[in-house]
């Protein structure tokens, strides 16, 4: 069984910035590709950034390109976003979530290319 447990969220002003980290156990970690989704109420949860197993691919929803940075260490058994210059907009509950399937090269902004979700950690960015 695969648990994704995020950390890391809480309140900052904008400007700020806050590192999210997302804690795996379960089956190997480091050959599956991650994401990063958030989500406020009464709207869709929607793709923020994901990097693929190995590291060498991230893809980012424009919205946050040039700001937020997504990294791994498998090591850890960990996914990391780096959140910086932040926005009110950026309020959300922010998940972690693990790709389908293994060794795959190419990233997904799909929720249904995930199946493993985190509980999500809340970020509030006051203005």
């Known amino acids: 069984q695969v648990q994704l447990v995020e950390s890391g969220g809480g309140l900052v002003q904008a400007g700020g910035s806050l590192r999210l980290s997302c804690a795996a156990s379960?089956?190997?970690?480091?050959?599956?590709?991650m994401g990063w989704f958030r989500q406020v109420p009464g709207k869709d949860r929607e793709f923020v950034s994901a990097i693929s197993w190995s590291g060498g691919r991230t893809s980012y929803a424009d919205p946050v390109k040039g700001r937020f940075t997504i990294s791994r260490d498998n090591a850890k058994n960990t996914v990391y976003l780096q959140m910086n210059s932040l926005k009110p907009e950026d309020t959300a509950v922010y998940y972690c979530?693990?790709?389908?399937?293994?060794?795959?090269?190419?990233?997904?902004?799909?929720?249904?290319?995930?199946?493993?979700w985190g509980r999500g950690t809340q970020v509030t960015v006051s203005s």
């Open positions: 379960g089956r190997i970690f480091s050959n599956y590709g």
């Open positions: 979530a693990r790709r389908k399937g293994p060794l795959i090269a190419t990233n997904s902004p799909a929720l249904y290319d995930y199946d493993y």
